[in-house]
């Protein structure tokens, strides 16, 4: 069983995929990151079609994944990428290259709205029927979109989202005033990613040009990923920098780092429930070892709580809303 209060999934994002492609360097690695999860009683993956340049699912397909589960997203890239037809190629193609690994939970990664939602909605039940997946969840959408999904699929008899995975860590709870409320109204859980900030509650970034230079290759801030929206994130989040580098600082003081302390609170202070799933990504053995173990401990002192409370309230009104990293 694992020992973590909340249930960990594997987040293969930029980590796993063919060679040349992942950050982890070749399949051998990728496997020993692997073992190491499963051996802590970790049983979930998380990949999408787009990552690691499209290589993570076929990566995937070559590991022993000692009967754990895959997660996978189809992401709109282009208007009409919900439509029924190519939703199909979408989930066929992803359930070939996975194979011999099952779909379990199918994402739609963000909405299409060139497409009606009740036409997709059709679709991924079809689907299902089908047996391509389990479970249908959603992803970066709005939750008045994910409200309107669930009533349609209720409506027409159809599958019903049950998962929904978003942005959610000590410094970015966007998620807390009516999305979380209305995936509990809809009996959905929360898969939440970016435990860490995409790096910035690691400590490694101390400065705003470490945020921009070969510091955050990898990462949500790195500016060769492609993601358009990089330059804008960087300008909004750069003054927060020295924010964590000196609660960073602080922490040292009560023998916890902050990444020890941002994974600890999303387990015991936050407001997951045990039947949520917080996404870890680590490129390296050593890594994911920190990672769980700090996940794996108990609750932080409460003068902890309150610096990590006070550091969130100086900065909650720069950070961005839950569904901006479509």
């Given at each position: 069983?694992?020992?973590?209060?909340?249930?960990?999934?594997?987040?293969t994002s930029r980590?796993?995929?063919?060679?040349?492609?992942?950050?982890?360097?070749?399949?051998?690695s990728?496997?020993?990151?692997?073992?190491l999860?499963a051996?802590?009683?970790?049983?979930?993956?998380?990949?999408?079609r787009?990552y690691?340049g499209?290589?993570?699912?076929e990566?995937?397909?070559?590991?022993?994944?000692h009967?754990?589960?895959?997660?996978t997203?189809?992401?709109?890239a282009?208007?009409?990428?919900h439509s029924?037809?190519k939703?199909?190629e979408?989930?066929?193609?992803?359930a070939r290259t996975?194979?011999?690994h099952?779909?379990?939970?199918?994402?739609l990664?963000?909405?299409d709205?060139s497409?009606?939602f009740?036409d997709?909605?059709?679709a991924i039940?079809?689907?299902?029927?089908e047996?391509?997946f389990?479970?249908?969840?959603?992803?970066?959408?709005?939750?008045?979109?994910v409200?309107e999904?669930?009533?349609?699929?209720?409506?027409?008899?159809?599958?019903?989202?049950?998962?929904?995975q978003g942005?959610?860590?000590?410094?970015?709870?966007?998620i807390?005033?009516?999305?979380?409320p209305?995936?509990?109204a809809?009996?959905?859980?929360?898969?939440?990613y970016?435990?860490?900030?995409g790096g910035?509650?690691?400590g490694?970034?101390h400065?705003?040009?470490q945020m921009?230079g070969e510091?955050?290759?990898?990462?949500?801030?790195?500016?060769s990923s492609?993601?358009?929206?990089?330059?804008?994130?960087?300008e909004?989040?750069?003054p927060l920098v020295?924010?964590?580098?000196?609660?960073?600082?602080?922490l040292?003081?009560h023998?916890?780092?902050?990444?020890?302390?941002a994974?600890?609170?999303?387990?015991h202070?936050?407001?997951?429930?045990?039947?949520?799933?917080?996404i870890i990504g680590?490129s390296?053995?050593i890594?994911l070892?920190?990672?769980?173990?700090a996940?794996?401990?108990?609750p932080l002192?409460d003068?902890?709580?309150?610096l990590l409370?006070d550091?969130?309230k100086?900065?909650?009104?720069?950070v961005?809303?839950?569904a901006?990293?479509?």
């Open positions: 069983m694992p020992a973590s209060r909340i249930p960990l999934i594997y987040g980590s796993i995929g063919l060679p040349g492609f992942g950050v982890i360097p070749d399949l051998d990728a496997q020993k990151v692997i073992d999860f051996g802590h009683g970790y049983t979930r993956y998380d990949t999408a787009r690691s499209g290589t993570a699912e990566a995937l397909s070559k590991l022993d994944l009967g754990g589960l895959v997660d997203k189809c992401f709109p282009q208007p009409g990428d029924p037809e939703l199909r979408a989930v066929e193609t992803s996975l194979a011999p099952k779909i379990n939970v199918f994402y990664h963000s909405p709205r497409v009606k009740e997709t909605c059709r039940n079809e689907l299902h029927k047996g391509y389990t479970e249908f969840g959603l992803s970066n959408f709005y939750s008045w979109e409200s999904i669930y009533t349609i699929c209720k409506l027409n008899g159809w599958l019903v989202p049950t998962v929904y942005v959610y860590n000590v410094i970015e709870r966007t807390e005033p009516e999305l979380l209305c995936l509990r809809h009996g959905m859980r929360i898969h939440v970016s435990p860490l900030a910035l509650l690691t490694k970034f400065s705003v040009d921009r510091d955050a290759k990898g990462s949500r801030w790195d500016s492609g993601n358009p929206f990089v330059a804008k994130l960087q909004r989040y750069a020295p924010i964590f580098a000196e609660l960073q600082g602080v040292e003081k023998n916890i780092t902050l990444t020890e302390a994974l600890r609170w999303l387990q202070h936050s407001q997951l429930t045990p039947e949520d799933r917080v680590a390296k053995l890594q070892e920190q990672s769980m173990g996940s794996e401990k108990g002192p003068e902890v709580v309150k409370e550091a969130h100086s900065v909650d009104s720069r961005a809303h839950y901006a990293w479509a």
